[in-house]
Nanobody
Framework: QVQLVESGGGLAQSGGSLRLTCTAS????????MNWYRQTPGKQREWVAN???????EYADSAKGRFIISRDYVANEVYLLMNSLKPEDTGIYYC??????????????WGQGTQVTVSS
């Protein structure tokens, strides 16, 4: 059983910063990729950023230039540093881990989410 626990959410002012942490119950190198998603009010859950087991990173357009995803494989943690926050960044942020299976499918694991609120 894989557990992902997000932390670091809270209230920030527009232009401020927050760092989210995702702590995994097993080695994050056992996953092919770790992602951050967010659920903003009135919208579907959207992908924010990704880091692969090979350290390749990608960002959604909304996150490019402002957010940085990183990891500490010793601590089994993945981080999302969010800078220049905007009110539209408000939402619940979820950590996701993906592992490819031998049947070519994938196994997805999710955390419970952490609330981020950005005031204008």
């Amino acid at each position: 059983q894989v557990q992902l626990v997000e932390s670091g959410g809270g209230l920030a002012q527009s232009g401020g910063s927050l760092r989210l942490t995702c702590t995994a119950s097993r080695s994050i190198l056992s996953f092919d990729a770790m992602n951050w998603y967010r659920q903003t009010p009135g919208k579907q859950r959207e992908w924010v950023a990704n880091i692969t087991v090979n350290s390749h990173v990608e960002y959604a357009d909304s996150a490019k230039g402002r957010f940085i995803i990183s990891r500490d494989y010793v601590a089994n943690e993945v981080y999302l540093l969010m800078n220049s926050l905007k009110p539209e960044d408000t939402g619940i942020y979820y950590c996701n881990a993906v592992r490819r299976r031998s049947d070519f499918g994938t196994s997805d694991y999710w955390g419970q989410g952490t609330q981020v609120t950005v005031s204008s």
